[in-house]
């Protein structure tokens, strides 16, 4: 298969991959909850990591300026971004990257502003150094509470855990949003880390703004998390960076330990560089394919499921989806996968008082999705 080629293998084959997609349930349920998809990966990145097999090459990760390198390529073309290579760090993954941080920077024991609905992972990472949540809702429109972070920023909160693009409503925020809530962090002297780790897989009918390319204010306050493991799909590999735009920032990062680069895999740090300086074509080719497949679930849930929800994402392919009218609050998805053998991600893990949603996947073949579907129907009687 080539890189023009997008396409999800038969499910027999899908079923034995080691991921935890495939191995979390017995093999006749679908797996539509957690967030990989089921392309193949680009070739370059196979090539390469399978050179680095055959040469044995997977020592310890020393420095890997390529990384910054292909990097500051990919942000230059794609968001007109001048990243200053000098300030990226490698950290073991995305999850590494921001509880490090807010370790090293004193904020274990205290409070960080999140935006629900938000991916689970937020409030697990929190949960870790014993962070208080502080819960700052989007508004209806998916658009940032600009106000009420501000509120928080005033009583004190000194973080704030961004997700753009939001996962799990796919929200690309603006840069007018980002630019004032960069204004409001430095009139606060709050910190935005800025995990950015589905902005590749933004859709053209929008448009991805980095943190850190929103002016001086945001270059003084924030940090972006970010790896290419979500976009190109290697999450098992385990590399990401942390990038910054100041030296304040900078010196910020610098007090994270020396072994959150150390613990980063040799594999997953090349696997970035070969995404980043060679992989655009292949992400053109899956954001086609899942441009598609976001506008066929949508006319398939119109048709099936007139009483569900469902604004199209701006970003990635996690479908966040409102399906109160089933009142099955929260024993939806035991419900579907014990009836319907077909799981998603219950709408509470992304904060306790979505039981009236579920997260769908559809990073996989439009005849998955539809089987995925067909199992809810049944499920549902
Ligand atoms: C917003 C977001 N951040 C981070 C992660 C996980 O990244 P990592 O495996 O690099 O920690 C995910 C995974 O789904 C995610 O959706």
Redesign the pocket.
């Known amino acids: 298969m080539s890189d023009s080629q997008i396409e999800a293998p038969a499910l027999g084959v899908l079923h034995s991959r080691h991921s935890s997609k495939w191995r979390r349930f017995p093999v006749d349920v679908l797996p539509m909850h ?2 990989e998809m089921d392309f193949q990966i680009a070739d370059g990145i196979k090539d390469r990591l399978i050179k680095m097999v055959s040469e044995s090459d997977l020592g310890y990760t020393g420095p890997v300026p390529e990384v910054a390198q292909s990097f500051e390529g990919f942000a230059k073309d794609r968001w007109n971004w001048n990243i200053d290579r000098s300030q990226l760090k490698l950290v073991t ?5 921001v509880v490090e941080f807010l370790r090293a920077n004193g904020a274990s024991n205290g409070k960080v502003i999140i935006n629900s609905p938000v ?1 689970h ?2 409030w697990e990472w929190l949960g870790e150094l014993n962070i208080e949540p502080v819960d700052v809702p989007l508004e209806s429109n998916y658009d940032l509470d600009l106000d009420g972070i501000e509120r928080e920023f005033a009583a004190g909160v000194k973080f704030l855990l961004l ?1 753009n693009p ?2 799990p409503v796919g929200k690309a925020f603006s840069r007018a949003q980002l630019t004032e809530l960069a204004k409001i962090a430095k009139k606060h002297d709050a910190i935005v880390i800025s ?1 950015e ?2 902005a590749p897989l933004t859709y053209e009918d929008h448009e991805f703004t980095p943190y850190l390319n929103c002016g001086s204010d945001a270059e003084s306050t924030g940090i972006c998390v970010t ?1 290419s ?2 976009s190109w799909n290697h ?1 098992g590999l ?1 590399a ?1 960076f942390v990038l910054t735009q100041s030296a304040q920032m900078q010196a910020k990062a610098n007090l994270m330990p020396q072994a959150t680069h150390w613990r980063s895999s040799l594999l997953g740090a090349f696997a970035m560089v070969e995404a980043y300086s060679n992989g655009t074509d292949w992400l053109d080719n899956t954001v086609k394919v899942l441009d598609d497949n976001r506008k066929f679930l949508k006319s398939e849930l119109k048709k099936r499921f007139p009483e569900v929800t469902f604004d199209l994402p701006d970003a990635g392919y996690l479908a966040w989806l409102n399906v109160g009218v089933w009142n099955l609050g929260k024993d939806t998805v035991s419900h579907l996968v014990t009836n319907g053998r077909v799981s998603l991600v219950p709408g509470n893990d992304h904060g306790p008082e979505y039981t009236d949603f579920v997260r769908l996947n559809f990073g996989t073949s439009q005849e998955h999705i539809s089987e995925g579907l067909a199992r809810i129907a049944k499920a549902l009687g």
């Open positions: 957690v967030a993954d995305v999850g590494v990257g991916y992972g937020f997700c939001q996962n995990d780790i589905h790896s493991s979500k999450a385990k990401g």
